[in-house]
């Protein structure tokens, strides 16, 4: 199984359903729709299922209102990359690729 891990406090958002979308930057792991996840917290402990319902690629800077739905709060487009550089160790910017996976919690 497939194994997405989230940052506090998104593992919590998550089981109230106010989160079912994420994005990934070099995802190593080929998530394609259909595909079960084991969602786990930054620690590795699983906090739920899920099953991966739309997956899409594109560029930060091409995000539609529909790729945002379920992620959480809208950032300012500066914030966005910072926080995704600081979780990837990398500069990310509009032109960085991205992968948007929404999924259905089982």
């Known amino acids: 199984m497939k194994q997405l891990k989230f940052s506090e406090p998104l593992p919590k958002l998550i089981l109230?359903?106010?989160?079912d979308t994420t994005y990934r930057i070099n995802d190593n792991k080929?998530?394609?729709?259909?595909?079960e996840l084991s969602l786990?917290?930054?620690n590795g402990k699983e906090f739920g299922k899920a099953l991966?319902?739309?997956?899409?690629?594109?560029?930060?800077?091409?995000?539609t209102e529909e790729?945002?739905?379920?992620?959480?709060?809208?950032?300012?487009?500066?914030?966005?990359?910072?926080?995704?550089?600081?979780?990837?160790?990398?500069?990310?910017?509009g032109k960085t690729?991205?992968?948007?996976?929404?999924?259905?919690?089982l």
């Open 30 to 35: 080929n998530i394609m729709v259909g595909d």
């Open 16 to 19: 109230q359903k106010k989160k």
């Open 52 to 63: 991966a319902v739309l997956v899409k690629e594109t560029i930060f800077e091409n995000l």
């Open 40 to 42: 786990c917290s930054s």
């Open 97 to 105: 690729k991205v992968k948007i996976i929404k999924f259905k919690l």
């Open 67 to 93: 790729d945002k739905a379920g992620h959480g709060k809208s950032s300012p487009k500066e914030e966005l990359y910072k926080t995704f550089s600081d979780y990837y160790k990398m500069e990310v910017s």
